[in-house]
C-alpha cells in the first residue's frame, strides 16, 4: 500500500469503487457529498490506513451508501474526505461521521466539515471555508505532566 506521509508537495490519492470516478460528475457522485477532515502533517499515513480497512471490512454499516476516499497531501497540512453518494439522507451521513470518528480515533472536539458535491462545485476555486480547516487541524493529545 502506498502511504501519503512519504510525498512532498501536493498530491492526491483516492480509491474508488469499481466503476465510480472521483469526479464530482460521476452519476454515482453527482447527488452526494462528503466528509472532510484536515490533519496535522505526519497523521495522514496512519488514518489513511485506519479508513481503507474501515471501508474494506464495511465498518460503516451503511450499505453502497460510500463512494470512495481522497486523502491530500498539501505543504502544512493534510486532508482526509470520504466520499458519499446521497447527501441528503441525514441518517447516513450522521452514522459515517460517528464511525470516522471511531475508526480514525478522533477527539469528540475534531472539527469535522460535511459539504455537497453541489456546494463543492460552487465553490471550486475560491478558499471559501476549506481554510477554516486549516485553524482546526486535528492534532494528537499529549499527556505530559
Given at each position: 500500500m502506498v502511504c501519503p506521509g512519504g510525498l512532498t508537495g501536493h498530491s492526491d490519492f483516492h480509491l474508488f469503487k469499481e466503476?465510480?470516478?472521483p469526479m464530482w460528475e460521476d452519476d454515482a457522485n453527482k447527488n452526494g457529498g462528503k466528509w472532510i477532515i484536515g490533519l496535522w502533517k505526519?497523521?495522514?499515513?496512519?488514518?489513511?490506513k485506519n479508513l481503507i480497512l474501515a471501508m474494506l471490512e464495511e465498518q460503516?454499516?451503511?450499505g453502497e451508501k460510500i463512494?470512495?476516499?481522497v486523502v491530500s497531501v498539501h505543504f502544512q497540512e493534510d486532508i482526509i474526505s470520504?466520499?458519499?453518494k446521497t447527501a441528503s439522507n441525514q441518517a447516513t451521513t450522521a452514522q459515517i461521521r460517528?464511525?470516522?470518528r471511531r475508526v480514525?480515533?478522533?477527539p469528540l472536539n475534531t472539527i469535522m466539515e460535511y459539504k455537497t458535491h453541489?456546494?463543492?462545485i460552487k465553490m471550486h476555486g475560491r478558499l471559501g471555508s476549506q481554510r477554516l480547516l486549516l485553524q482546526n487541524l486535528w492534532k494528537p493529545q499529549l499527556n505530559v505532566p
Open positions: 466503476g465510480i470516478k505526519g497523521l495522514a499515513s496512519c488514518c489513511w460503516f454499516m451503511v463512494c470512495g476516499a470520504i466520499w458519499i460517528d464511525t470516522l480514525l480515533n478522533l453541489t456546494d463543492s
